[in-house]
T-cell receptor, first 110, second 113 residues
């Protein structure tokens, strides 16, 4: 069935380290978003990236739609990067309905 | 203030009570959705709407009703609350999901005792 899988499920980093989060999806998509859920529960929209590459400061994302995966890169991590990162996709023909992965929980320590 | 506004932020209900979670957006977005998030999980779609007067079910619609009488508002109704509906509820909106993606509200934390 339709699936969105994220890896790793948990990640602990020291401040200043880099990391790569992965999202695999089971079918073609025309909507893909990365979110950061902070410790207060707010969902922050990081990227809308159904294909291609985007960068915003220390964060960047790449989606290779033909190979059905997306990557989120965090460079020079900071403690404020802690939280859960979700990938959400809208599969082709159902772009109005997002399917979320189970997330990657990131903890950045001093 | 542009964005998606959810009220209330917190609510405690007794089993069997009814209530409506409010969601409003001032961006003239046609697409609106309701999701629930249970501990340690991603969000799951409850109901969605592609315009005023048009709604459809998502992945977990049982126990919830919606209506869309205006573009701005998309209320979620619990007719008879159950402990299994204890969750955090998020509302989202978009003008064109396949071009701009969705914007999410700040959530409503609901506890049913």
């Amino acid at each position: 069935g339709i699936q969105v899988e994220q890896s790793p499920p948990d990640l602990i980093l020291q401040e200043g380290a880099n990391s790569t989060l992965r999202c695999n999806f089971s079918d073609s998509v025309n909507n893909l978003q990365w979110f950061h859920q902070n410790p207060w529960g707010q969902l922050i929209n990081l990227f809308y990236i159904p294909s291609g590459t985007k960068q915003n400061g220390r964060l960047s994302a790449t989606t290779v739609a033909t190979e059905r995966y997306s990557l989120l890169y965090i460079s020079s991590s900071q403690t404020t990067d802690s939280g859960v990162y979700f990938c959400a996709v809208g599969f082709t023909g159902t772009a109005s309905k997002l399917t979320f992965g189970t997330g990657t929980r990131l903890q950045v320590t001093l | 203030n542009a964005g998606v506004t959810q009220t209330p932020k917190f609510q405690v209900l007794k089993t069997g009570q009814s209530m409506t979670l409010q969601c409003a957006q001032d961006m003239n977005h046609e697409y609106m959705s309701w999701y629930r998030q249970d501990p340690g999980m991603g969000l799951r779609l409850i109901h969605y709407s592609v315009g005023a007067g048009i709604t459809d079910q998502g992945e977990v619609p049982n126990g919830y009703n919606v209506s869309r009488s205006t573009t701005e508002d998309f209320p979620l109704r619990l007719l008879s609350a159950a402990p299994s509906q204890t969750s955090v509820y998020f509302c989202a909106s978009s003008s064109m999901p396949e071009i701009y993606g969705y914007t999410f509200g700040s959530g409503t934390r609901l506890t049913v005792v």
